[in-house]
């Protein structure tokens, strides 16, 4: 008995992204497509990718044409997606891809997006220790961030078995989907391409809470956190490159060690071979997370290198990894960790 | 019962699209995986985006090695594959997806690669007209070079349907995974970042008698053939402008109706809305052909936009929709029409 | 003494370039830089890598604002430059980088433009036969087109010398900025990057009608023009495949003779050494066209590759060599032929 | 009077950056042109951008063809330099774009390079706190490291001031020219293309030391350097993401006002108005530093984005600069502050 589901944001990226996933997904049929300003245009207008999707028409997204159906992702800007789940029905898996439910701390939420907190739903992080309990049968899922998703499988082994220092360091370089389909100068191809720049810095990156928040749950303790997105011309990927000073007394092999433990039975979570070095084509497409560890014992510190599509595993792969569980199926149903390169 | 094959230059780009291909191909199982110079690495050093490969070690491709499998595709540079293919027997299926079966004429052989001929395999082109036929149960097949794909689908229901003179022009903007993974310094990607530019110009292609084989037996009459190729800043992808004269009477309904009729029941060939046009990047690791047809009446001439993966239908796609006919399979057992966006 | 110049539309693409160039050259001094919604801006704001300018803030694009000036550079979007021109006084210079006065054909402006034609200045493409003649002191300049100034030059030796059948055919592989810094979704980065796409074709694209008029004043009949775009990830440069039917007797030597005849003594177009072919990489910034000439003789036909810089030559540079010739300035003055590589 | 200038190492890209610059220097004539294994081939084959030069022949490099120059550019790969410099006499002016003459300390070169140390010569960094005074009149100049230009710039000034604690982390994105023109696979295109990757991770990279001497001569005490180079797909630029621990009561006025302060009056670093971030697009192909400063207040850290063009600024253009001072002429002769964009 497959499961019925809707997508509303289908016109998006992560929209997108989903319905290529959910395409190939064995378990999940997909029902209503719904946008804002889209709604009446064929979804083949918006994602020619999709050949098999080009004739569906995009629905307005309320809660009426998402009633029906088991599961419904929303792929929403950030404010919107408390009031629709609330008319959506206990018994109904809302999935938010946005950053609605994310946070625990209502004062995080007001001081990073502002409005009203719609409140804290099970994170959709199964990696991150003692997440994936709470994912099992859960009808509501806060899919995390893409930047705090590889930031926080980066350095949360060293943090839970207290090998470093409260103290994070995250630079990310990001393709551009992660801004959207935004109408933005800075966003078009002729100012990206062949240019790195650099946004939201300081810490002025809504991002940053949830890597605190993540963080400080895995360590038992708050931890400092400094992270710099970082606009690089490609259209998806995240590499993070992920520093903590190291306590005294670890060395490489230890946290190697520790890593490997961790990771070893997290299908989609990849440590490299010593000496292989994370890169965003090797994950173009795929739901894995390509790590790599090293010590730099002159600065004292760990360094964590981190690859990432922030379209699949940062967004919809990981919204489909994270249902897979409150719905029952194989955490790995529908996804994969072979990407498409070159 | 599945199927065991083995893929000889496995370390290459056409050998990692065939085994991201073959990891989800339901009848096929994944045996030997052969290379030159990389024989005895690991294949994660070459293809980090296979993670479920990653520890299959490379074997030297030798007909030892390709012996007792179901199944032989031979990524090889040209002039390599018909010796290994006449020592692995004929009941096994060889999937050559070189250069060297693809040509019936062996002066055209001799003019455009040099050497001696290794003969005409049937040709793994199903849409093309009488080629399918060929290929049900076939044991050899060649598969066709990837701008000849798209070129040929391109004019062929034109030219099939008399509705054009014997006169083709093609220009082709393509990625720089055509080329392989040589080390050329006009490949390094300082070089093609941010630079268009021409080679294999005036019909220096090796592809041109491709091309003119093709249109030439669907036309019933020699086809004279332009066709020049751009590179262009992009790892996969070729698009393909195409144009040939417009025999008197002909008009974009005609053509259109024509086109309709050729192409509705195939299933990797998508003739787009009117309004919209191909882009390569709706076909990335799709098998899908992406096709638009228009009329320039001021220069009298048909003009078709042709979009493809050179890597999946232009090459490795390509070869397994070909196989699964002759293997017996449904054409799009394991092949899908879904392209990674943005 | 030098020459005091006004930009409008100095927030753009093409004045921006202007603007880079006008910042090296030895005789003319910036003046007033006007713009339509970014006027009250920084031009920092807009162009942060024109910094010797960064704090020069942005007037009304006005007749008042442009008054007072020697010379006046109009980038306007079309159909804004006729009515400007006509205040500015008949002692001023202006120069239209835009299309509003190209044409020759009224009934050509109404079908391709729409609207009443501003009427038809001196073409600013100097190495045109005839044209560098109506240049020297004139008050009045139509700067062309983008891919009619690469493609005429491609062609005109040939039509010029009666070497070739008047049917001409091009496609134009184009960078993102031809199209401006226009918020349109198929322009964003995440759009383009990796992708090559189709667009205007058919003939449906405005430069088409220019192609024609210049061709046919050279080869002294009507000539058919089939004219594709092709939008290629890349900010700059436009590769032209120029191709067209040689008349019988002619031959490469005799074609290489006649190029080399007509190029010789001009400064910014570059035939290169026999087996070399252009990239627009080699052009990036440079007020160069660099050409490479073949037979196809299989299919008969001349092909020409073209590369060039669409802003500097294909606008911005263009504009600045015909500004020389009517200020009386050394053709040459502020220019350049090196690119910026890799 | 103008001075003669040789370039060895003229087919690469560092040597293909300054005879860019020296072809627009007022007072410095371009000689002999070397290579290595390109000697014997015209210029043009390898830097087809540089028009004015392509039928330049390469020389080979050897103390003898190198004779006879005012000043001679080495654009070697390291290891070479010292032997030559110390044939080419005193009065020459020998300006090595190599690592050769930079570490002070020659057990940092045994253990970052290895082989015998050759020797200290004055840093190529004007901006830098006392390089300047010793650059008027020298014979011998250490060009420095792309990546410890930007990353030197960005924190010292706060180093100087003691505003913050002497812990310096670097992330720099780089492009792929940094690279040179080796022959390897991960340089290729196809490979590039559409990836961010790391490399030289966990304070591996040769540029480490020089990062740290710079900054430890400027705090006047040791300084601990985290540095880790990230590859993106494009062919120039780097941006370097800085910081280091704030000293308490420092504050971002304070910041701000010591960075205007220091370099105010630097011809070549710019300090962007407040909200405004830099780019590498900004400065591609200039001789610019844009900087900006911010205050992450949550962790603690003086944040400051520095974008360069590798090339430019980071190898030729410095180079230039510095040779400017040591020839008496002004420091900003031949040099730019104006990039190409988009």
Same mark, same amino acid.
């Given at each position: @008995?497959?499961?019925?589901? +809707?997508?509303?944001?289908?016109?998006?990226?992560?929209?997108?992204?989903? %319905?290529?996933?959910? %395409?190939?997904?064995?378990?999940?049929?997909?029902?209503?497509?719904?946008?804002?300003?889209?709604?009446?245009?064929?979804? *083949?207008?918006?994602?020619?990718?999709?050949?098999?999707?080009?004739?569906?028409?995009?629905?307005?997204?309320?809660?009426?044409?998402?009633?029906?159906?088991?599961?419904?992702?929303?792929?929403?800007?950030?404010?919107?997606?408390?009031?629709?789940?609330?008319?959506?029905?206990?018994?109904?898996?809302?999935?938010?891809?946005? +950053?609605? &439910?994310?946070?625990?701390?209502?004062?995080?939420?007001?001081?990073?997006?502002?409005?009203?907190?719609? *409140?804290?739903?099970?994170?959709?992080?199964?990696?991150?220790?003692?997440?994936?309990?709470?994912? !099992?049968?859960?009808?509501?899922?806060?899919?995390?961030?893409?930047?705090?998703?590889?930031?926080?499988?980066?350095?949360?082994?060293?943090?839970? +078995? *207290?090998?470093?220092?409260?103290?994070?360091?995250?630079?990310?370089?990001?393709?551009?989907?992660?801004?959207?389909?935004?109408?933005?100068?800075?966003?078009?191809?002729?100012?990206? @391409?062949?240019?790195?720049?650099?946004?939201?810095?300081?810490?002025?990156?809504?991002?940053?809470?949830?890597?605190?928040? $993540?963080?400080? %749950?895995?360590?038992?303790?708050?931890?400092?956190?400094?992270?710099?997105?970082?606009?690089?011309? @490609?259209?998806?990927?995240?590499?993070?490159?992920?520093?903590?000073?190291?306590?005294?007394?670890?060395?490489?092999?230890?946290?190697?060690?520790?890593?490997?433990?961790? !990771?070893?039975?997290?299908?989609?979570?990849?440590? %490299?071979?010593?000496?292989?070095?994370?890169?965003?084509?090797?994950?173009?497409?795929? $739901?894995?997370? &390509?790590?790599?560890?090293?010590?730099?014992?002159?600065?004292?510190?760990?360094?964590?290198?981190?690859?990432?599509? $922030?379209?699949?595993?940062?967004?919809?792969?990981?919204?489909?990894?994270?249902? $897979?569980?409150?719905?029952?199926?194989?955490?790995?149903?529908?996804?994969?960790?072979?990407?498409?390169?070159?």
């Amino acid at each position: @008995m497959t499961v019925k589901a +809707a997508v509303a944001g289908a016109s998006g990226y992560a929209g997108g992204e989903l %319905l290529r996933l959910l %395409l190939v997904h064995p378990e999940i049929e997909i029902g209503a497509l719904t946008a804002a300003s889209s709604a009446g245009d064929r979804l *083949g207008q918006h994602q020619p990718h999709l050949v098999p999707l080009a004739d569906r028409v995009l629905a307005e997204t309320t809660a009426e044409t998402l009633a029906g159906h088991d599961v419904v992702f929303l792929a929403l800007p950030h404010g919107h997606s408390g009031e629709i789940a609330a008319r959506l029905g206990e018994e109904v898996l809302v999935v938010d891809l946005g +950053a609605d &439910h994310r946070l625990r701390d209502a004062s995080d939420w007001q001081r990073w997006y502002g409005g009203e907190h719609a *409140g804290t739903w099970p994170y959709g992080l199964p990696e991150l220790p003692g997440a994936r309990e709470k994912l !099992y049968g859960t009808k509501r899922i806060a899919v995390p961030g893409c930047f705090p998703t590889g930031g926080s499988l980066a350095l949360a082994p060293a943090f839970a +078995a *207290g090998l470093v220092e409260p103290e994070a360091h995250f630079v990310s370089v990001t393709g551009t989907s992660g801004a959207g389909k935004s109408l933005k100068p800075h966003l078009l191809g002729s100012e990206v @391409m062949g240019s790195a720049s650099a946004y939201g810095v300081g810490g002025a990156h809504r991002h940053t809470p949830e890597f605190a928040q $993540n963080l400080g %749950l895995v360590a038992g303790e708050r931890v400092t956190v400094s992270f710099t997105p970082v606009l690089a011309p @490609m259209p998806r990927g995240i590499l993070t490159t992920a520093s903590a000073p190291l306590r005294a007394g670890t060395d490489l092999d230890a946290i190697r060690t520790e890593y490997e433990k961790v !990771y070893h039975d997290e299908p989609f979570v990849h440590l %490299l071979p010593a000496g292989s070095w994370p890169s965003t084509a090797a994950v173009l497409g795929s $739901n894995a997370v &390509h790590l790599q560890v090293t010590v730099d014992a002159d600065a004292g510190r760990l360094v964590v290198i981190a690859a990432l599509d $922030n379209l699949t595993k940062g967004t919809a792969g990981g919204a489909v990894q994270s249902a $897979n569980l409150a719905l029952g199926f194989e955490e790995t149903t529908g996804l994969s960790t072979v990407g498409v390169a070159p």
